[in-house]
């Protein structure tokens, strides 16, 4: 089993940036490759970007390429998602996931709230 607590949404203005991040307990085999999500109402949840154990970059949405930056901290085991130039579109609920696997995201966080003003 994982665990995953994430923070460090709020309100920004567009161009402004946050930083969410993601704090995971319990098996880390389990939770090798980590991602990040956002969900508005009435829509699909949207795969933002992802980041796997063993080395390697993270890999993006086109949406948010260029802005956002996903890193993890191994020793803590947290996972982060730098987010810069915010726009008002990437108003939603982030949600962080884990998996051993990039693509099979078994356990996820509560969520947390990045509301973007214009």
């Known amino acids: 089993q994982v665990q995953l607590v994430e923070s460090g949404g709020g309100s920004v203005q567009a161009g402004g940036s946050l930083r969410l991040s993601c704090a995971a307990t319990g098996n880390a085999v389990s939770s090798s490759c980590m991602g990040w999500f956002r969900q508005t109402p009435g829509k699909e949840r949207e795969w933002v970007a992802r980041?796997?154990?063993?080395?390697?970059?993270?890999y993006y949405a086109d949406s948010v390429k260029g802005r956002f930056t996903i890193f993890r901290d191994t020793a803590k085991r947290t996972t982060y998602l730098s987010m810069n130039s915010l726009k008002p579109e990437d108003t939603a609920m982030y949600y962080c996931?884990?998996?051993?696997?990039?693509?099979?995201?078994?356990?996820w966080g509560q969520g947390t709230q990045v509301t973007v003003s214009s």
């Open positions: 980041l796997c154990s063993g080395g390697g970059s993270g």
């Open positions: 996931a884990a998996g051993r696997y990039a693509g099979r995201w078994n356990y």
